[in-house]
């Protein structure tokens, strides 16, 4: 029975359709791959899961706990219990990863200034922080900063992956978490998400590249061409493309992780 | 027997013995302005002469200059619908506990005597015209420093006082200096001894309180010769349902390798006029910082200023605007550099909000002769909603060379992707929204007192309830 299901899902950026018709059904448990080249719908997959007001909905639903969540708000699906890593996290200035984490945490608590026994106390958070900090490489020297504030891609990254261990969601989606980063920020990225994966959390890793695969071995892995669905098979789906790329679907390009400085 | 004449108090008191029954002038002052209403409130406060007719001076100032046709649309003020001086208590109060009910309960919410016993040096709070509420710490006296109100310090240092009073900003610099110079009332008076440190904040708190009533308050900071002082002031009032006018003026003597910051948080309700003139001297290599925040008010004017005097003096103006509807905030800053060698920078950052408009207005000007200056402005503007609205208005006279002058400006709005983002970890769009204005505001904010910081977010936070779709 899936906990996650994405039905016939169609959805269109500045008038022009992206995904035409996505379905996927996601276990708690399960983590599965979406795989596509350059183009093919995988950031539009992974804002309208989320409710991003630049992408339409023109059709389909996608049913979490029992309710279409193309219909809530962002922040509604957060705290339902769904979770985007963000390709690119944006900079806020101003406010401090501390009170972003905090005020997360607290809404996800559904603490909304008055009743005090929801709010995260200050102790709690520090030892929650603590663990996850570790398994992360990271230290309390970011926790000042403001959202990813001059922070390199590296930290970016595993600041999404914190703030998602923090949360503890029950789908987390993430999107091209392996692009920009070196090999040892993917091992770390890789090690605190192989740490939370479990019979509680269902993943969606959204990616171009196969490397990241490696460290969080997916279930099923899923081919997205041209916002459909063209191949959906286990992990060996995975293994076929990092041989022969996306040309079998007419796309010179290569699944093959890419080098980065 | 001796016998005691019988005097019908309130009808023939006056011309038996020269004086008035408290209760007639304290709680029944009249409306609008005249020579004998400005007489009167100079009488009642037993001043010398050469103040009365400063104040007379200033009245007839104030009547032929015309009202400023720039900036913010003045032409609603009812000059003689206003109250020109109330009295709300006869007395000053020694402690906290001894101030009235309805007092306490206003500055309660503004966690007051929280501040207080954190790092308070002394209080005084102008509640109505007239000083309530003073204490000062037995060291800063020790130290000779004095900080009082404006009205005790003319009585009890007429040299001091008379030797720096209008010197910075003469009753003919504007409409409303000269306003404030006729009618003034209340305000702090600090003075800070050569090479003596005020390490801990002297704070006041302000607030109007009666309908139509003028609130004119007069302040002057002297800091003498390498000696430091912070002086704060912030301001809330109710709602009320007539226009208020609110008309300060500020003036501070930077002496010599001294610094003074002045932190302000204004928080008048939305029918209060807000018409402030504050401004510095600065000698050699003093520094002079205005940092100032408002929220509030129907219509703000105030351009802190500073004059560089001397080489190596220094002006910083950091300031937050905040304009909801139905607010104009047009504030800026003014930098006067008149010696070489002299640096200043202009922050300001606005936010509007429900048609609000707020307007940077500055000034930099470089004499003659001051060459090797840098000055640099940054104004940011954040514009919440379609309807809001945000100008720039600097101006640049420079005649001097070798002059660094930077200008920087930006408008932007919520930015759809930030609020993405927070929404994103479940955060309400509301909650989100503020937390980006207070994130956009945090350089200021992090120039503040905590209890300031933590009162300013959540003044923030009372702004933008309700104000997301």
């Known amino acids: ?261 | 027997m001796a016998t005691v004449p019988k005097v019908e108090v309130g009808t023939d008191y006056k011309e038996k013995y020269g004086f008035f029954v408290p209760e007639e002038y304290v709680f029944k002052a009249k409306r609008g302005l005249n020579p004998d209403i400005v007489k009167e409130i100079s009488w009642m406060k037993q001043e010398p002469e050469w103040m009365t007719k400063m104040r007379l001076r200033s009245l007839e100032i104030f009547r032929k200059k015309p009202m400023p046709t720039w900036g913010a649309d003045l032409s609603v003020i009812d000059f003689e619908n206003i109250f020109y001086y109330l009295k709300a208590s006869d007395k000053q109060s020694k402690t906290w506990e001894e101030l009235p009910p309805d007092i306490k309960a206003t500055y309660d919410r503004l966690g007051v005597p929280e501040a207080e016993r954190k790092f308070l040096a002394g209080v005084s709070a102008q509640y109505e015209s007239e000083v309530v509420y003073h204490s000062l710490q037995e060291e800063l006296t020790k130290k000779g420093v004095i900080f009082t109100d404006t009205d005790s310090a003319l009585r009890d240092h007429p040299d001091l006082f008379k030797e720096y009073f209008g010197t910075v900003i003469p009753p003919a610099d504007n409409k409303f200096s000269a306003l404030n110079t006729a009618v003034w009332s209340g305000g702090s008076f600090i003075y800070v001894p050569k090479g003596v440190r005020v390490e801990i904040p002297l704070q006041a708190y302000f607030r109007i309180n009666a309908e139509n009533m003028g609130q004119f308050e007069r302040t002057l900071i002297i800091c003498d010769e390498g000696s430091f002082v912070h002086y704060i002031e912030g301001c809330t009032a109710p709602i009320y349902t007539t226009d208020s006018l609110h008309s300060a003026v500020v003036e501070i003597i930077v002496k010599k390798d001294a610094r003074c910051r002045y932190t302000t948080i204004q928080n008048w309700s939305t029918n209060v006029f807000n018409l402030v003139t504050k401004r510095a001297m600065a000698y050699a290599d003093a520094t002079m910082e205005w940092v100032d925040g408002n929220l509030g008010s129907q219509i703000t004017m105030k351009y802190p200023s500073v004059y560089l005097m001397e080489p190596g003096a220094k002006g910083d103006v950091l300031s937050v605007a905040f304009a909801g509807k139905g607010q104009h905030q047009d504030a800026g800053g003014k930098m006067i550099h008149v010696a070489p060698n002299t640096t200043s920078t202009i922050t300001s950052k606005s936010i509007s909000k429900g048609g609000g408009r707020t307007s940077y207005r500055g000034h930099i000007k470089i004499y003659p002769g001051a060459n090797n200056c840098k000055s640099f402005v940054k104004c940011d503007a954040l514009l919440l909603d379609d309807e809001s609205r945000s100008d720039t208005y600097p101006y640049n006279d420079v005649d001097a060379e070798n002059v660094t002058l930077g200008h920087e400006a930006t408008v932007s709005k919520v930015s759809d992707e930030q609020l993405f983002y927070l929404m994103s970890r479940g955060i309400p769009r509301g909650e989100a929204e503020t937390m980006i204005v207070n994130g956009f505001i945090e350089p200021f904010t992090k120039e503040l007192p905590l209890e300031y910081a933590v009162e300013l977010n959540r003044l923030i936070q009372l702004e933008m309830e309700g104000s997301v779709g």
């Open chain 1, 1 to 261: 029975m899936a906990d996650f299901e994405i039905k016939d899902l169609r959805a269109s950026v500045e008038g022009r359709q992206i995904l035409k018709g996505v379905s996927l059904s996601i276990a708690k448990g399960e983590v599965h791959a979406v795989m596509g080249p350059n183009g093919s719908g995988k950031s539009t997959l992974s804002h309208t899961l989320m409710g991003h007001p630049g992408y339409t909905v023109d059709g389909g639903e996608v049913l979490f706990k029992g309710q279409n969540v193309l219909a809530l708000e962002p922040d509604e699906r957060a705290r339902l219990g769904m979770f985007l890593a963000f390709q690119y996290p944006v900079v806020v200035p101003g406010i401090s990863m501390a009170n972003f984490l905090r005020t997360a945490l607290n809404s996800k608590r559904g603490y909304d200034g008055k009743d005090k026994s929801k709010q995260v106390t200050p102790k709690e958070f520090r030892s929650m922080l603590k663990g996850e900090l570790e398994v992360l490489h990271m230290d309390d020297s970011f926790l000042p900063r403001y959202i990813n504030d001059g922070f390199s891609g590296g930290e970016k990254k595993r600041a999404e992956i914190l703030q998602m261990a923090m949360l503890k969601p029950e789908i987390a989606i993430l999107d091209e978490t392996d692009s920009g980063l070196d090999i040892d920020s993917i091992k770390f990225v890789a090690e605190a998400v192989n740490r939370m994966r479990g019979p509680e959390l269902g993943i969606l890793i959204i990616t171009h590249y196969t490397r990241v695969l490696e460290f969080i071995k997916p279930d099923f892995v899923h081919v997205l061409v041209d916002g459909q669905f063209v191949l959906s098979g286990g992990a060996e789906v995975a293994d076929r493309l990092e041989k022969t790329g996306y040309s079998e679907w007419g796309k010179e390009e290569t699944a093959q992780p890419q080098e980065v400085a």
